[in-house]
């Protein structure tokens, strides 16, 4: 079975720093499209990054708003996918998602913030004030 789970998220100052988790299990390494999704307060869940992990192109993406604060990475010895959040502001408040596509479902390997996903976590909430 698949299982995402977050951790790290915590309440913090503007301009502050947080360190988001997600352990993977049950995905291969290697043919996966990883993505952090925040949910803000009353408003639709949306993807800030993504890492692609397929055969060993780890191109990332990030949506305009966290471009050059956030950082998305993968730890293949250890299967898990951080997210580096520097410089927070109050409208980065909102639960953040591990999400992932399988991509030997599909006959394409592509991976953004724009494809759908299989599997999701259960959320970790971030509070910057």
């Known amino acids: 079975d698949v299982q995402l789970v977050e951790s790290g998220g915590a309440s913090v100052q503007a301009g502050g720093s947080l360190r988001l988790s997600c352990e993977i299990s049950?995905?291969?390494?290697?043919?996966?499209?990883m993505a952090w999704f925040r949910q803000a307060p009353g408003k639709a869940r949306d993807a800030v990054a993504a890492v692609a992990s397929i055969a060993g192109d780890g191109k990332t993406e990030y949506a305009s708003h966290v471009d050059g604060r956030f950082t998305i990475s993968q730890d293949n010895a250890k299967n898990t996918m951080d997210l580096q959040m520097d410089g927070l502001k109050p409208e980065d408040t909102g639960v953040y998602y591990c999400?992932?596509?399988?991509?030997?479902?599909?006959?394409?390997?592509?991976?953004?913030?724009?494809?759908?996903?299989?599997?999701w976590g259960k959320g970790t909430q971030v509070t910057v004030s």
């Open positions: 999400a992932a596509r399988d991509l030997r479902s599909y006959n394409t390997y592509v991976c953004d913030r724009a494809r759908p996903m299989d599997y």
């Open positions: 049950g995905l291969p390494r290697d043919k996966r499209c």
